[in-house]
């Protein structure tokens, strides 16, 4: 880690080289291919999907600070915060019930 690293928009800890995931704003599938994208952290991508469908995305969620706002994602913000910059969970995430 140096102080050159990336910060993630989302957690706002540094992003390690090779710890990154870009994260279309609006879907690729939802007409967002070419549109602006953010470097996440992998794990925080993850849990972005996790929580979300590519049209909760495209329609409600395709801003940073919607993303923060959202009480699912809010939470585990909260949680992943405390974690070091390199931190990726050992147990592979899913999709939660809708």
Request: hydrophobic share 30%; net charge positive.
């Amino acid at each position: 880690m140096t102080n050159s690293d990336p910060i993630c928009p989302l957690c706002g800890r540094p992003i390690p080289n090779g710890g990154g995931s870009l994260h279309h704003l609006i879907p690729k599938l939802k007409g967002g291919k070419g549109g602006p994208t953010v470097l996440l952290h992998q794990i925080c991508h993850k849990e972005v999907h996790a929580t979300l469908t590519e049209a909760e995305l495209a329609r409600s969620f395709n801003t940073v600070e919607a993303l923060r706002a959202h009480p699912r994602l809010e939470k585990f913000l909260t949680w992943v915060r405390k974690r070091p910059p390199g931190f990726r969970s050992k147990v592979p995430g899913k999709r939660r019930g809708r």
